[in-house]
């Protein structure tokens, strides 16, 4: 029988209303994201948390996260969790598998810039023209690339003034790349998580510690790290980034993939730097309250502290070139660029 004018548009309406039915009641995209830092942790609650929460808001509820009530995985596998597929997103910190992704290790040296404002933004714009050509996380879609507050000198009671005094202490570090410092500037280096930190100065066991002032109050350490020096542009900083498995990513749709960006990448890294600066002046009148002093390094100690660890940026140069960077000083120069302007 054939097929009238009318039943035909009728039939086509109706495939027309199916299909539409069909996206309108399409399953979202569920992310899982494997949430190991502490909650309430500045970091998680201000800065992770909101920026997933927003995913689906810009995608109209076709994105949404889901929080794990614990991580998956070790603290230090998470790059793994998400390029294997048992998470889809984390706070990956880079630091924690030393050796594994030397040409980001750069971006944790020295005198790089304190002012997180500059600095995150600077960190994701190394990412995205520097690191990300050469093949840097490939396994994985970066959405987010930030660094951490930078470290001080925090000590329980001795004043660094000169290099002199780093001899005979013992300091705990808390990745490689600090360690070196410690080795260069003539101190013992002691590895532990922050976790022992308390214990650990408050025994004697340590002196101090390569540390940044906004944990201090959360590890309750303003009562031990008394005798605090800051170094212009920083003793160290940690790198950070926040990884969707691909498959993941691939399952959402190109319009949705650009929304998230929207919010992702130089918008979130800006948003971090002015929430991690706030979180330091906030620990800066704690550890005061306290009956902390925090110090600036005079200019012979930073002149001295430039001179002994000058090896750590040309040993990251030659490592960083091994890793397929072409050009790491470039990258350097251009972190700078952000992070020393007026």
């Known amino acids: 029988m054939k097929m009238n004018r009318f039943t035909g548009f009728a039939a086509l309406c109706a495939l027309a209303t199916g299909l539409f039915t069909g996206m309108a009641n399409a399953e979202p995209v569920v992310i899982k994201y494997?949430?190991?830092?502490?909650?309430?942790?500045?970091?998680?609650?201000?800065?992770?948390?909101?920026?997933?929460?927003?995913?689906?808001?810009?995608?109209?509820?076709?994105?949404?996260?889901?929080?794990?009530?614990?991580?998956?995985?070790?603290?230090?596998?998470?790059?793994?969790?998400?390029?294997?597929?048992?998470?889809?997103?984390?706070f990956v910190v880079t630091g924690y598998t030393p050796g594994r992704f030397p040409a980001t290790e750069g971006l944790e040296l020295p005198f790089l810039g304190d002012d997180m404002t500059k600095r995150c933004p600077a960190v994701w714009d190394a990412y995205d023209n520097y690191l990300k050509p050469a093949g840097?996380?490939?396994?994985?879609?970066?959405?987010?690339?930030?660094?951490s507050s930078t470290g001080t000198f925090a000590m329980a009671n001795k004043w660094i003034n000169s290099v002199d005094d780093f001899k005979g202490l013992k300091i705990r570090t808390p990745a490689p790349s600090v360690t070196r410092t410690i080795e260069l500037l003539g101190a013992t280096p002691i590895s532990k998580p922050a976790s022992e930190l308390y214990e650990m100065a408050s025994s004697g066991i340590i002196d101090g510690a390569v540390f940044p002032l906004d944990p201090i109050p959360g590890f309750k350490l303003e009562g031990v790290l008394k005798a605090i020096t800051e170094v212009p542009g920083g003793t160290s900083g940690t790198?950070?980034?926040?990884?969707?498995?691909?498959?993941?990513?691939?399952?959402?749709?190109?319009?949705?993939?650009?929304?998230?960006?929207?919010?992702?990448?130089?918008?979130?890294?800006?948003?971090?730097?002015?929430?991690?600066?706030?979180?330091?002046?906030?620990?800066?009148?704690?550890?005061?309250?306290?009956?902390?002093?925090?110090?600036?390094?005079?200019?012979?100690?930073?002149?001295?502290?430039?001179?002994?660890?000058?090896?750590?940026?040309?040993?990251?140069?030659?490592?960083?070139?091994?890793?397929?960077?072409?050009?790491?000083?470039?990258?350097?120069?251009?972190?700078?660029?952000?992070?020393?302007?007026?």
């Open 34 to 90: 494997s949430r190991w830092l502490p909650v309430g942790y500045y970091l998680d609650r201000d800065v992770v948390i909101p920026w997933l929460e927003q995913f689906e808001k810009v995608t109209n509820g076709r994105v949404k996260v889901e929080l794990t009530p614990k991580g998956v995985g070790t603290v230090t596998g998470q790059y793994d969790v998400v390029a294997d597929g048992l998470a889809d997103m984390s």
């Open 136 to 147: 840097t996380f490939k396994e994985v879609e970066v959405l987010g690339f930030i660094c």
């Open 239 to 342: 790198v950070v980034v926040l990884p969707i498995n691909k498959a993941t990513w691939a399952k959402i749709s190109p319009e949705d993939q650009a929304a998230i960006r929207a919010i992702s990448g130089r918008v979130l890294a800006e948003n971090a730097g002015v929430i991690i600066n706030k979180a330091v002046d906030d620990a800066r009148k704690i550890i005061k309250d306290a009956g902390g002093e925090i110090r600036p390094a005079n200019d012979k100690l930073v002149g001295q502290l430039k001179e002994k660890l000058k090896p750590l940026r040309d040993d990251w140069v030659a490592e960083a070139k091994k890793a397929g960077l072409t050009d790491p000083e470039a990258m350097l120069t251009a972190v700078e660029a952000i992070t020393m302007a007026k």
